[in-house]
Nanobody, 122 residues
């Protein structure tokens, strides 16, 4: 059973950068594709970025393309989301998820972390 723990969230100003990380334990995390999702109050959970288990392919939501970068280090069982040029509309709880299919749909991921809050002030 894979456990995921996110870290690195916080309060920043618009235009700042922030890095959130996802640490995995309890299983072969390197065998799973990994996605980052976010959920703002009163809104549905939405796709942000995803990366294959090998790291050779990435996918981004249009709203973050060119500003965010997802990467992974399988030796350390971590996946990182580097967020640049942050905007107030990026404010949400950010979740990492692991699954056997690379998808933009949350329900395709079997393993989830507890989330980390990212708040961007204007």
């Amino acid at each position: 059973q894979v456990q995921l723990v996110e870290s690195g969230g916080g309060l920043v100003q618009a235009g700042d950068s922030l890095r959130v990380s996802c640490a995995a334990s309890g299983g072969t995390f390197s065998a799973y594709h990994t996605g980052w999702f976010r959920q703002a109050p009163g809104k549905e959970r939405e796709f942000v970025a995803a990366i294959t288990w090998s790291g050779d392919y990435t996918d981004y939501a249009d709203s973050v393309k060119g500003r965010f970068a997802i990467s992974r280090d399988n030796a350390k069982n971590t996946v990182t989301l580097q967020m640049n040029s942050l905007k107030p509309e990026d404010t949400a709880v950010y979740y990492c998820a692991g699954g056997q299919l690379l998808s933009r749909r949350p329900r395709m991921y079997a393993y989830w972390g507890q989330g980390t809050q990212v708040t961007v002030s204007s």
